[in-house]
């Protein structure tokens, strides 16, 4: 199970997602209360290199700040909307994770991996597990939207994705993180990810 802690805002986060083994970890730049610089996403980053993937993320981007970010921050992989990618201007070696929302018209070809969540990003919104179940079939899916401890190892259940990714679910209050609760997030999709394993190998 692909597990990404988004909207890092604090070196105690990021700290605590790199302890508990999460594989990814996000940096927004777009408008949010998680919504960074360049220069202090590079900066919160610094621990995380080589360790997780580092994911700027963000949505509708002009090319000007797009630059920047990949100049200054140099992320591992780019979200956006599968819709902002044709575009925009990227280097060939990056690595994107394009976004498909509840509800939008899907492209005539999905990409090898989406990340699948609501209309908007980092509302605590549960996305539509019946949707994403039925995409999770066609590509590797990372499901977004409205995820915490609590609810993540019925999702896994519903909807079998390749991965999932947390934000609000995970916060002490808006853009701040709880240690303590990235801990339990991590832990809860691990145990349901190696329950869904062993009833696969029965």
């Given at each position: 199970m692909w597990i990404k802690i988004c909207g890092m805002t604090t070196p105690d986060a990021i700290a605590t997602a790199l302890e508990a083994g999460a594989d990814a970890i996000g940096f927004v730049f777009a408008q949010s209360p998680r919504q960074l610089t360049p220069e202090a996403a590079a900066q919160l980053a610094r621990p995380a290199r080589a360790r997780v993937r580092c994911v700027a993320v963000?949505?509708?981007p002009a090319q000007s700040a797009l630059d920047e970010m990949l100049r200054v921050f140099r992320p591992d992989v780019l979200q956006t909307d599968e819709s902002?990618?044709?575009?925009?201007?990227?280097?060939?070696s990056l690595e994107l994770l394009p976004v498909l929302r509840a509800g939008a018209a899907?492209?005539?070809?999905?990409?090898?991996?989406?990340?699948f969540e609501g209309p908007d990003?980092?509302?605590?919104?549960s996305s539509d597990w019946?949707?994403?179940?039925?995409?999770?079939?066609?590509?590797?899916?990372?499901?977004?939207?409205?995820?915490d401890a609590g609810n993540v190892a019925a999702a896994i259940?519903?909807?079998?994705?390749?991965?999932?990714?947390?934000?609000?679910?995970?916060?002490?209050?808006?853009?701040?993180?709880?240690?303590?609760?990235i801990l339990k997030f991590v832990a809860a999709a691990r145990a349901a990810a190696a329950l869904r394993s062993s009833k696969e190998s029965v």
């Open positions: 963000t949505r509708h902002d990618l044709a575009s925009l201007a990227l280097p060939a899907l492209p005539g070809r999905l990409p090898q991996r989406i990340l990003s980092g509302t605590g919104a019946q949707a994403a179940q039925r995409l999770a079939r066609r590509t590797e899916l990372i499901l977004a939207g409205g995820l259940a519903a909807v079998q994705p390749y991965g999932v990714d947390v934000s609000s679910g995970v916060e002490a209050r808006p853009g701040v993180k709880s240690p303590l609760k």
